[in-house]
């Protein structure tokens, strides 16, 4: 293929991914959220918050490939990538801060005891079959079109996918040995990764050479 038509080609697959993200990302934040009320689940209430930030990402990264696929300018393009990068970066550092909020206060001890959520344990465990294929086709096709901003939402979708698992453990810890303090602990662990990749995608920092995940 010549390069236009491999940058086309790559830009459909960003703006299927994005679709995808969204649509499941909204149906996975319903559900888990419904679900985390009716259980008094905090873990399965911030795992459906992280789902809707996820769908404000792939909204917004989406946006910037449709608008460069109608034909924008390549000036254009790259002033929508950084803004698109800025607004990942953000919304990652928005769930850096909620789960370190979110965390603390489980830790603490505050809060209702959570009931056992069988819908909230079915959902995590598609999502941890879901949530890794999408992120890891993000990154591959971030490399491609050399987009920091689709990079950061792929560490979104990745991080959602460790969200599944430790809200997993979670709810399966507590259930049976009553250990409520397992899924935010295992949640805290994310942090510092989530907080790197948010601050890269708000300063619009370029991919380096030694950048294995910008790499063509």
């Given amino acids: 293929m010549s390069t236009d038509t491999d ?3 790559h830009l459909d697959k960003a703006l299927l991914l ?3 993200t969204v649509v499941w990302n909204i149906l996975e934040g319903l559900i888990a959220t419904a679900a985390g009320v009716m259980a008094g689940s905090v873990a399965l209430v ?3 918050v992280d789902s809707f930030i996820e769908t404000a990402s792939g909204l917004v990264v989406g946006r910037r490939f449709f608008l460069e696929r ?5 000036v254009g393009a790259e002033i929508l990538e950084k803004k698109a990068a800025k607004i990942a970066g953000a919304l990652l550092l928005c769930l850096a801060a909620y789960i370190v909020i979110d965390a603390g206060r489980r830790l603490a001890g505050f809060g209702r005891e959570a009931e056992k959520s069988w819908i909230g344990i079915l959902l995590t465990v598609v999502s941890l079959v879901i949530m890794p294929l999408l992120g890891w086709s993000k990154l591959k096709t971030a490399r491609a079109l050399s987009s920091r901003a689709l990079r950061a939402d792929a560490y979104e979708t990745i991080t959602c996918a460790w969200l599944s698992l430790t809200t997993l453990v979670g709810l399966g810890l507590n259930a049976t040995f009553g250990w409520s303090w397992a899924d935010p602990l295992a949640a805290c662990v994310l942090v510092p990764l989530i907080v790197r990749e948010g601050l890269e995608g708000w300063r619009g ?3 380096h050479d030694d950048d294995e995940d910008c790499r063509h």
Avoid: L
Avoid at 70 to 74: D, H, I, N, V
């Fill in 70 to 74: 109608k034909g924008s300018s390549p």
């Fill in 46 to 48: 911030g795992f459906g």
């Fill in 205 to 207: 920092e370029e991919c």
């Fill in 7 to 9: 940058r086309r080609h």
């Fill in 18 to 20: 994005s679709a995808v």
